[in-house]
């Protein structure tokens, strides 16, 4: 990034005040030496020291002060602050050493220093860690790899333990709610401020207690000892020895050799959050500076307490100054000058100098009449956005739409924001090259799904709802016009895109661009998925499924079917399940050949029904990983009611075991964890369970009774409802109302209470199906799931009609 006039003379102007700074402490030294007396010796001391310790203090306050700038957030201002803090008090404490005389400064100045460096290395620790925590690929740092050499296995060992400590803090302040030792993998979780600095002061308990027990206990405490009588020279010195001094530095130094051993690079860390040479630059120059001193404090002894006071401030301070600026100090100044703070003044414009500071016409053309692009335009859009990810890992949803939206600016034209209203015009689209074009793309997508977290939220967020499909739609529009699509290799970059915009589809009652229907929009979209991916295979077999996914949507069920056939032969769920998982979440070809299972029963091909669940289990749901019960369920839903609608407990009890151990008895394992939509497993489970009694009463009977009874809400009512109807072509209230229907058959014979309330519980559920199957005109939204609602009322009325 080339920096402007008013940044470059910011520059020169921090320059010129930090070498003036330097000039008035180098000539305050000069002149700490040439005094003679004790007390001017103090005094002119005592400045210096006094004018260091406000000059760290204004740094923390600096840090703490721009705290919420959107940059300086991902390096932890409120860890740099105490971390400047700590220096500052070390530094202060330095003056002690010009005390020996007074039991209590000798007393107090071990203890006070030894505790403060070693709280900056344990600060350096826990600011290492979250940050690996946060962007590492692997949320617990326990996978293994024989590619991983010694140092990196340890740095892993390493990251373990600081997370194990970071649960038992979560557990402390959970008062036992969270429990300790689960693991969170492929749970995503912020890990906060708290967090670390639990970590941190866990990691200082060994050094306190030292300190305690070196404070009351007398015959270890240091005190002041006459040298000289009649000199007046003092010296501070502990019965003990030397041995806790010793064993104190040994442990404040232990957390520098951690820092450095987990700041060493790493897959997935940025370079620019790796503090590894900052460390070593500070520890080198401390090591030049202490090879002086320290030996010049053996040579002279006792007999100088003043210079020897002066040689051990030197000592500390060059360890603890060169720390404070190369962690710190560069950190504020780097952030602050690149962003010019506009992202935390009154304007509340976030982004805006980083933009301000790059912009230019995003790419070139060539002679040969190619779209080049600007390389300082990738550098800023690639550190920008790995910003905005760690933001969204951290669960700040609203700074990682800010990032995308300052990314995407940068292929504005000059003086423009992007806006998401209007997005790009024409000729920007032109003059995007082929990897801004990737970016742009990347970036809309990203920014859609985020929208979409904004509508799970909040589900009725009218900007969400509207920005989520209008980013989606943009990407795929961009991407249509834009020349440099044809300079791509690999065009899989929007692939992403079709596939979200289907699961939008499903999901959502979305409206489209431009007034267009929502069959003119999805069916072209879905051919043009399936020509983008001709020549690439696994690609291919998620567009095929996706076409056919369209195509049932809209009622083709046979055209669907075909489809279907053409991506069987094409796909292999040995080779293709696990990269289509990587790529696109979930796999969706074996969801649609798994729906099409109760296709075939519905329109009585029963027979070949039986045979692809079979298929399906044996061949297609042992390449599903166990933790991905979202897509278990999906698949095993449509295969458990087929088997189930075969009316024989044979077929219904396969069902049954297929769906407690691949969905229902992991979800109740994984407790709180689960993902919400999993909440829908209770009523069809009951359903199954009352097929495969075959119509008697089975062990936890009365406790279904009671749920189906007292259901409370579940989380996104309505997503269940779309969510099902597109998934397992039934609404969710018609799966209630099958499971009311079911228990009401079984508990007639003994209580017609029971049975009765389940009977108006199930019609009640009905209430809501007929909303959901039919639009305002009457048109029925699916066929399949029409049918199956009307059965199910017909079977509830006959139940409720007088004997």
């Given at each position: 990034?080339?920096?402007?006039?008013?940044?470059?003379?910011?520059?020169?102007?921090?320059?010129?005040?930090?070498?003036?700074?330097?000039?008035?402490?180098?000539?305050?030294?000069?002149?700490?030496?040439?005094?003679?007396?004790?007390?001017?010796?103090?005094?002119?001391?005592?400045?210096?020291?006094?004018?260091?310790?406000?000059?760290?203090?204004?740094?923390?306050?600096?840090?703490?002060?721009?705290?919420?700038?959107?940059?300086?957030?991902?390096?932890?201002?409120?860890?740099?602050?105490?971390?400047?803090?700590?220096?500052?008090?070390?530094?202060?404490?330095?003056?002690?050493?010009?005390?020996?005389?007074?039991?209590?400064?000798?007393?107090?100045?071990?203890?006070?220093?030894?505790?403060?460096i070693t709280f900056m290395g344990n600060l350096l620790i826990g600011r290492a860690w979250r940050i690996g925590s946060i962007i590492s690929s692997t949320a617990t740092f326990a996978s293994s790899s024989d590619e991983i050499d010694t140092l990196g296995m340890a740095r892993l060992k390493v990251m373990n333990a600081l997370s194990?400590?970071?649960?038992?803090?979560?557990?402390?302040?959970?008062?036992?709610?969270?429990?300790?030792?689960?693991?969170?993998?492929?749970?995503?979780?912020?890990?906060?401020?708290?967090?670390?600095?639990?970590?941190?002061?866990?990691?200082?308990?060994?050094?306190?207690?030292?300190?305690?027990?070196?404070?009351?206990?007398?015959?270890?405490?240091?005190?002041?000892?006459?040298?000289?009588?009649?000199?007046?020279?003092?010296?501070?010195?502990?019965?003990?020895?030397?041995?806790?001094?010793?064993?104190?530095?040994?442990?404040?130094?232990?957390?520098?050799?951690?820092?450095?051993?987990?700041?060493?690079?790493?897959?997935?860390?940025?370079?620019?959050?790796?503090?590894?040479?900052?460390?070593?630059?500070?520890?080198?120059?401390?090591?030049?500076?202490?090879?002086?001193?320290?030996?010049?404090?053996?040579?002279?002894?006792?007999?100088?307490?003043?210079?020897?006071?002066?040689?051990?401030?030197?000592?500390?301070?060059?360890?603890?100054?060169?720390?404070?600026?190369?962690?710190?100090?560069?950190?504020?100044?780097?952030?602050?000058?690149?962003?010019?703070?506009?992202?935390?003044?009154?304007?509340?414009?976030?982004?805006?100098?980083?933009?301000?500071?790059?912009?230019?016409?995003?790419?070139?053309?060539?002679?040969?009449?190619?779209?080049?692009?600007?390389?300082?335009?990738?550098?800023?859009?690639?550190?920008?956005?790995?910003?905005?990810?760690?933001?969204?890992?951290?669960?700040?949803?609203?700074?990682?739409?800010?990032?995308?939206?300052?990314?995407?600016?940068?292929?504005?034209?000059?003086?423009?924001?992007?806006?998401?209203?209007?997005?790009?015009?024409?000729?920007?689209?032109?003059?995007?090259?082929?990897?801004?074009?990737?970016?742009?793309?990347?970036?809309?997508?990203?920014?859609?799904?985020?929208?979409?977290?904004?509508?799970?939220?909040?589900?009725?967020?009218?900007?969400?709802?509207?920005?989520?499909?209008?980013?989606?739609?943009?990407?795929?529009?961009?991407?249509?016009?834009?020349?440099?699509?044809?300079?791509?290799?690999?065009?899989?970059?929007?692939?992403?895109?079709?596939?979200?915009?289907?699961?939008?589809?499903?999901?959502?009652?979305?409206?489209?661009?431009?007034?267009?229907?929502?069959?003119?929009?999805?069916?072209?979209?879905?051919?043009?998925?399936?020509?983008?991916?001709?020549?690439?295979?696994?690609?291919?077999?998620?567009?095929?499924?996706?076409?056919?996914?369209?195509?049932?949507?809209?009622?083709?069920?046979?055209?669907?079917?075909?489809?279907?056939?053409?991506?069987?032969?094409?796909?292999?769920?040995?080779?293709?399940?696990?990269?289509?998982?990587?790529?696109?979440?979930?796999?969706?070809?074996?969801?649609?050949?798994?729906?099409?299972?109760?296709?075939?029963?519905?329109?009585?091909?029963?027979?070949?029904?039986?045979?692809?669940?079979?298929?399906?289990?044996?061949?297609?749901?042992?390449?599903?990983?166990?933790?991905?019960?979202?897509?278990?369920?999906?698949?095993?839903?449509?295969?458990?009611?087929?088997?189930?609608?075969?009316?024989?407990?044979?077929?219904?009890?396969?069902?049954?075991?297929?769906?407690?151990?691949?969905?229902?008895?992991?979800?109740?394992?994984?407790?709180?964890?689960?993902?919400?939509?999993?909440?829908?497993?209770?009523?069809?489970?009951?359903?199954?369970?009352?097929?495969?009694?075959?119509?008697?009463?089975?062990?936890?009977?009365?406790?279904?009774?009671?749920?189906?009874?007292?259901?409370?809400?579940?989380?996104?009512?309505?997503?269940?409802?779309?969510?099902?109807?597109?998934?397992?072509?039934?609404?969710?209230?018609?799966?209630?109302?099958?499971?009311?229907?079911?228990?009401?058959?079984?508990?007639?014979?003994?209580?017609?209470?029971?049975?009765?309330?389940?009977?108006?519980?199930?019609?009640?559920?009905?209430?809501?199906?007929?909303?959901?199957?039919?639009?305002?005109?009457?048109t029925i939204v699916n066929s399949i799931a029409h049918s199956y609602y009307s059965q199910i009322l017909s079977e509830l009325e006959n139940l409720s009609a007088p004997v």
């Amino acid at each position: 990034q080339l920096p402007n006039k008013q940044t470059m003379k910011a520059s020169n102007r921090q320059r010129y005040i930090a070498a003036g700074g330097l000039a008035l402490l180098v000539a305050l030294a000069a002149v700490i030496g040439s005094v003679d007396g004790t007390t001017s010796f103090r005094v002119c001391f005592g400045i210096l020291l006094f004018t260091i310790c406000v000059v760290q203090l204004k740094v923390a306050a600096d840090l703490y002060k721009h705290r919420n700038n959107l940059l300086l957030q991902l390096f932890q201002p409120g860890s740099l602050s105490l971390f400047v803090a700590a220096g500052a008090v070390a530094s202060i404490a330095s003056l002690l050493f010009a005390f020996s005389e007074y039991d209590a400064t000798c007393a107090l100045r071990q203890p006070i220093i030894l505790t403060s460096i070693t709280f900056m290395g344990n600060l350096l620790i826990g600011r290492a860690w979250r940050i690996g925590s946060i962007i590492s690929s692997t949320a617990t740092f326990a996978s293994s790899s024989d590619e991983i050499d010694t140092l990196g296995m340890a740095r892993l060992k390493v990251m373990n333990a600081l997370s194990k400590l970071s649960q038992l803090g979560r557990y402390v302040r959970s008062c036992g709610r969270e429990k300790f030792g689960t693991s969170n993998r492929g749970i995503r979780r912020a890990i906060t401020f708290a967090d670390s600095i639990f970590v941190v002061i866990v990691l200082l308990i060994p050094q306190f207690v030292l300190q305690i027990v070196n404070l009351s206990v007398p015959s270890v405490r240091m005190g002041s000892v006459q040298i000289l009588e009649g000199e007046g020279h003092y010296t501070c010195e502990s019965r003990a020895g030397p041995y806790v001094l010793i064993v104190g530095i040994v442990l404040a130094a232990i957390p520098f050799g951690i820092s450095l051993l987990i700041n060493i690079e790493s897959e997935g860390i940025p370079d620019k959050f790796r503090e590894l040479d900052d460390i070593v630059a500070s520890m080198t120059s401390s090591f030049w500076v202490l090879l002086s001193t320290l030996p010049t404090v053996g040579m002279i002894g006792q007999t100088q307490p003043n210079a020897r006071a002066y040689l051990m401030t030197a000592s500390v301070l060059s360890f603890v100054l060169p720390l404070s600026y190369n962690i710190a100090l560069t950190r504020l100044q780097n952030v602050t000058m690149s962003t010019g703070l506009a992202r935390g003044n009154a304007n509340s414009k976030q982004g805006s100098s980083i933009q301000r500071q790059t912009k230019r016409t995003s790419s070139s053309s060539s002679r040969d009449g190619k779209v080049k692009d600007d390389p300082q335009i990738l550098q800023a859009a690639e550190e920008t956005a790995i910003m905005g990810k760690m933001f969204d890992t951290m669960g700040s949803t609203s700074k990682a739409v800010a990032m995308n939206q300052d990314i995407l600016t940068l292929f504005k034209v000059e003086g423009d924001d992007f806006s998401w209203e209007t997005g790009f015009t024409l000729p920007e689209i032109h003059s995007l090259g082929p990897k801004s074009l990737e970016v742009v793309v990347k970036t809309l997508l990203g920014s859609s799904k985020l929208w979409r977290s904004f509508l799970y939220m909040n589900p009725d967020n009218e900007e969400a709802k509207r920005r989520f499909v209008k980013c989606c739609t943009d990407a795929l529009d961009i991407f249509d016009k834009a020349p440099a699509k044809k300079q791509l290799s690999d065009r899989s970059v929007i692939f992403p895109a079709y596939s979200f915009m289907n699961n939008i589809a499903k999901m959502s009652a979305y409206v489209p661009p431009n007034n267009m229907s929502r069959e003119a929009l999805e069916l072209p979209l879905s051919e043009n998925f399936v020509k983008e991916t001709h020549y690439q295979q696994y690609h291919q077999c998620r567009a095929l499924a996706l076409q056919a996914d369209v195509m049932r949507r809209q009622g083709k069920y046979e055209d669907a079917l075909s489809v279907i056939d053409e991506m069987k032969s094409i796909y292999n769920p040995h080779l293709h399940s696990r990269v289509l998982m990587k790529e696109y979440v979930t796999d969706h070809c074996v969801e649609i050949i798994a729906a099409s299972t109760f296709w075939l029963h519905h329109f009585g091909r029963n027979d070949e029904a039986l045979r692809l669940c079979d298929q399906v289990v044996d061949t297609m749901l042992p390449e599903i990983e166990a933790i991905d019960l979202v897509t278990k369920s999906t698949i095993l839903t449509p295969i458990c009611r087929t088997l189930a609608k075969q009316r024989q407990s044979g077929a219904a009890k396969k069902a049954l075991e297929l769906y407690r151990t691949h969905v229902s008895d992991p979800v109740t394992l994984a407790g709180g964890k689960a993902h919400p939509a999993l909440g829908k497993r209770v009523p069809f489970l009951i359903i199954l369970k009352c097929y495969s009694s075959g119509g008697e009463a089975y062990d936890d009977l009365s406790t279904d009774v009671a749920y189906m009874l007292n259901r409370e809400d579940l989380p996104y009512p309505a997503h269940f409802e779309t969510g099902a109807l597109t998934r397992f072509d039934a609404a969710w209230s018609t799966i209630c109302a099958e499971a009311c229907l079911c228990l009401a058959k079984i508990t007639g014979c003994n209580s017609q209470d029971e049975s009765s309330d389940l009977i108006k519980e199930g019609l009640k559920c009905l209430e809501a199906s007929a909303k959901t199957l039919k639009k305002e005109d009457g048109t029925i939204v699916n066929s399949i799931a029409h049918s199956y609602y009307s059965q199910i009322l017909s079977e509830l009325e006959n139940l409720s009609a007088p004997v």
